[in-house]
């Protein structure tokens, strides 16, 4: 299979630059016919490798686009699951070259997509089209693409699709190409993700700022309220000191934390590329614990009276912060949410009121490493790496995985090629060429190992 993915390879990677060129950002109005535009190239590159029933399916949002090819009579279905879209490039400035005109450098490519997910994504097309080229238009398995243009906006439009067409997208595994190795040489299945919440809450005192000399150190001042509150919601031991907000977490066992352990950490060099002298967080855990298996409660960014040019002696009274939470376990985002209205009501500063919007829920999920769907996954990435995967805990969110886990009942395969050194989301985004074609080989090698026995 090596050499067949090396006999393509160029045209691979012409397509792939061609897909990037598609600035398919779903968070920004102005793109909307670039997002439809690559939905439709994506769905094209299926019908003309031979995928059938291929639609390109409107949705309140940006279009989902399905394929499938079904004549493995007796064969296992797997449903792969990915996403077009991409976030927006700003700061372009730090952008070496620009983000949707794609280029190679060190053997990578570099453009906005290229890692999350249309590099990943194509993984799984190519695949598929190799195996079909060289097998007379057959697959060893039957496949489904079920393909999204709103990952980047949290999926609003996906989880009804999924619970409104479960015979549609029945599968035996759902496998998902959007997570990261360990290093360049460790290739890594994720058997856990943690559920998010996100939320904005604005804080007034007086109905507008005013004069420090004449008001200061006499009425409530809105940045000074919002510090003390925020403030609050952690203990001196880094732990989060909402009531309720740990209900549904349960400790941690032995062989959870030893299967974290083998995951390789050097403190020393993190602390080192990040610039910083000490790590935080909560007592009593490793840094690979607190950052995979232990919920946050984060504050992402504060803003508030006058932070301009020169000088403003003002009293504020306004101030609004941006909070996260990673969950784990058991939490329900709803809940926690309740937890921390609750929290905030208690805790306000006096004079201060205080109004709280929620943003995004998901929930945890959990996947069983010793699933055979797994297994037949991690002996496909030895194969071609000669190494066996780590089956790490992702400290981010995927949620539609645990729609997916959830609705149609199958396990999730989370078969990243990535890398966390690649830029997704910032300037500069890219991925190892490398990783394409060896991802290209070891799909192939899954799927011809599902049309076996599985054990």
């Known amino acids: 299979m090596k050499e067949l993915v090396q006999l393509h390879k160029d045209q691979f990677i012409d397509e792939l630059k061609e897909f990037l060129r598609i600035p398919s950002i779903s968070a920004l109005s102005e793109h909307k016919q670039d997002v439809q535009k690559a939905a439709e190239w994506l769905a094209?590159?299926?019908?003309?490798?031979?995928?059938?029933?291929?639609?390109?399916?409107?949705?309140?949002?940006?279009?989902?686009?399905?394929?499938?090819?079904?004549?493995?009579?007796?064969?296992?279905?797997?449903?792969?699951?990915?996403?077009?879209?991409?976030?927006?490039?700003?700061?372009?400035?730090?952008?070496?070259?620009?983000?949707?005109?794609?280029?190679?450098?060190?053997?990578?490519?570099?453009?906005?997509?290229?890692?999350?997910?249309?590099?990943?994504?194509?993984?799984h097309v190519k695949a598929a089209e190799l195996l079909l080229k060289e097998n007379n238009g057959e697959l060893p398995v039957n496949l489904k693409f079920c393909i999204e243009g709103e990952e980047e906006v949290a999926s609003p439009n996906l989880s009804p699709f999924i619970e409104e067409n479960l015979t549609k997208l029945a599968a035996d595994a759902v496998v998902i190409s959007d997570t990261s190795f360990i290093n360049k040489n460790q290739?890594?299945?994720?058997?856990?993700?943690?559920?998010?919440?996100?939320?904005?809450?604005?804080?007034?005192?007086?109905?507008?700022?005013?004069?420090?000399?004449?008001?200061?150190?006499?009425?409530?001042?809105?940045?000074?309220?919002?510090?003390?509150?925020?403030?609050?919601?952690?203990?001196?031991?880094?732990?989060?000191?909402?009531?309720?907000?740990?209900?549904?977490?349960a400790e941690p066992t032995g062989e959870l934390r030893k299967e974290v352990a083998e995951i390789p950490f050097d403190e020393n060099s993190l602390k080192e590329e990040l610039g910083i002298d000490e790590l935080d967080?909560?007592?009593?855990?490793?840094?690979?614990?607190?950052?995979?298996?232990?919920?946050?409660?984060?504050?992402?960014?504060?803003?508030?009276?006058?932070?301009?040019?020169?000088?403003?002696?003002?009293?504020?009274?306004e101030a609004v912060a941006k909070i996260s939470c990673r969950l784990v376990g058991e939490q329900d985002p709803d809940k926690v949410y309740e937890s921390i209205q609750k929290h905030v009501e208690r805790f306000k500063p006096a004079g201060s009121r205080v109004d709280i919007k929620k943003l995004i829920g998901a929930h945890p999920v959990s996947l069983n490493s010793n699933n055979p769907m797994i297994q037949k996954a991690a002996d496909a990435y030895e194969k071609v790496y000669g190494v066996r995967p780590l089956f790490p805990k992702e400290g981010g969110s995927i949620p539609i995985v645990e729609v997916f886990a959830r609705v149609l009942d199958a396990p999730v395969v989370l078969m990243g090629f990535g890398l966390n050194t690649e830029n997704l989301h910032a300037p500069n985004e890219h991925f190892h060429l490398e990783n394409y074609t060896k991802g290209i080989e070891t799909v192939c090698n899954y799927l011809t190992s599902l049309s076996r026995e599985l054990p």
């Open 281 to 317: 967080g909560e007592e009593g855990f490793t840094f690979n614990e607190r950052t995979g298996i232990r919920p946050t409660l984060e504050i992402n960014g504060v803003g508030g009276g006058f932070t301009g040019e020169g000088l403003k002696t003002i009293v504020p009274g």
């Open 44 to 123: 094209g590159s299926l019908e003309k490798m031979g995928i059938e029933n291929v639609e390109v399916i409107e949705t309140k949002g940006h279009p989902i686009v399905y394929g499938d090819w079904l004549h493995a009579e007796g064969k296992p279905t797997v449903l792969v699951y990915g996403h077009y879209d991409v976030q927006p490039s700003v700061p372009l400035e730090l952008w070496e070259t620009p983000p949707f005109e794609p280029v190679i450098r060190d053997g990578k490519i570099f453009a906005r997509g290229a890692t999350d997910d249309k590099g990943q994504l194509m993984i």
């Open 187 to 249: 290739p890594a299945i994720a058997t856990s993700l943690r559920g998010a919440l996100a939320l904005e809450l604005k804080l007034t005192t007086a109905n507008t700022d005013l004069h420090s000399g004449s008001y200061g150190g006499g009425v409530p001042n809105a940045v000074h309220s919002i510090i003390r509150l925020l403030d609050s919601m952690h203990d001196e031991k880094g732990k989060v000191a909402v009531e309720g907000f740990y209900q549904g977490v």
